[in-house]
């Protein structure tokens, strides 16, 4: 499969190593390497979007209409700035993404697991329910259906989280669930609770 990976930081640079080393078409798209965001997103079938969440303005809006989208940004006020919807809870920052994004098919996964056991402790070899999980909350059924395999591949359990806002909400910083390395039945119980 040809995946664009947008950002080239430590969870993009990661991602895309792994996506490679299992036999994926990748192209790295950043605003300081040789392949630019719209490159990147003009490759993929799939698109990675691993950047800071301000800098979403500034995404190739053409080159990803149509596209699934993996939206592995996270909202740091102190980074990105207020954004009041945000802070009231009337939205998700992938809600936000979505929109900035018209038809894109957005899936908001990898943004949970930090990028250290995300590059050393996927195993396919392991039976499912010993997998760590990476979450995955989205609209699309389809588009979560290939980036569920993507993680499967990758030899982490895919949990699925919801929808993009419902699931979005369970997957943003300061949920239960962020920043945890847990089994799928771990994590079932985290997200039920």
Same mark, same amino acid.
């Given at each position: +499969? ?9 969870? @993009? !640079? ?12 990748? +192209?790295?798209? *950043?605003? *300081? ?6 490159? /990147? ?7 990675? %979007? =691993? ?6 303005? =500034?995404?190739?809006?053409? $080159? ?21 919807? &945000? ?13 900035? &994004? ?10 949970? +697991?930090?990028?250290?056991?995300? !590059? ?14 990476? #979450? &995955? =909350?989205?609209?699309?059924? %389809? $588009?979560?259906?290939?980036? *569920? @395999? ?6 982490? $359990?895919?949990?699925? =989280? ?11 910083? !300061?949920?239960?669930? #962020? ?12 997200? @039920? /609770?």
């Amino acid at each position: +499969m040809r995946i664009g990976v947008i950002g080239s930081g430590n969870i @993009g !640079g990661t991602a895309a190593g792994l996506f490679e080393a299992v036999g994926h078409d990748v +192209m790295i798209g *950043s605003r *300081s390497g040789p392949d630019s965001p719209e490159d /990147a997103a003009r490759h993929g079938e799939v698109v990675l %979007v =691993a950047i800071p969440f301000f800098a979403i303005d =500034a995404l190739p809006v053409d $080159a990803l209409a149509g596209k699934m989208v993996v939206d592995a940004n996270n909202y740091y006020p102190g980074r990105d700035g207020q954004v009041p919807a &945000l802070d009231a809870d009337e939205t998700t920052s992938s809600e936000l993404l979505a929109a900035q &994004l018209p038809g894109a098919r957005v899936v908001k996964a990898f943004n949970t +697991m930090n990028y250290v056991p995300l !590059g050393e402790r996927g195993d396919p070899s392991l039976p499912r329910d010993q997998r760590l999980a990476i #979450y &995955l =909350a989205g609209d699309d059924a %389809v $588009a979560k259906g290939v980036v *569920s @395999g993507l993680i499967e591949e990758l030899g982490y $359990a895919a949990v699925d =989280a919801g929808g993009l806002a419902d699931g979005g909400r369970r997957l943003q910083p !300061g949920s239960p669930v #962020y920043g945890t390395d847990l089994t799928p039945p771990e994590a079932g119980k985290l997200l @039920g /609770a």
